[in-house]
């Protein structure tokens, strides 16, 4: 299923698989944005995410990695 800046959850646990080894607050909103693109689920705008969507996914993955 293909992804899109709107998919918070979804993208958040795709990251969590692509990336276990990551702590999500450790990487800054360049960075996220990159591993987003790299997801072979995305199929977005590149620039279509604003810093709030990137910090909601951030939020999530981090969410999704301790719970």
């Known amino acids: 299923m293909s992804r899109t800046w709107q998919d918070i ?5 795709d990251l969590l698989e692509q ?3 990551v702590d999500p607050l450790a ?3 360049p ?5 987003v693109l ?3 689920t995305f199929r ?3 620039d279509g995410a604003s810093a709030e969507t990137l910090e909601h996914i ?10």
């Open 19 to 21: 990336y276990p080894e």
């Open 58 to 67: 951030q939020a999530s993955w981090y969410e999704q990695l301790e719970g």
């Open 38 to 40: 790299k997801l072979r």
């Open 9 to 13: 959850e979804e993208i958040a646990h």
């Open 31 to 35: 960075q996220l944005r990159g591993m």
């Open 44 to 46: 977005d705008e590149p």
């Open 27 to 29: 990487v800054d909103l």
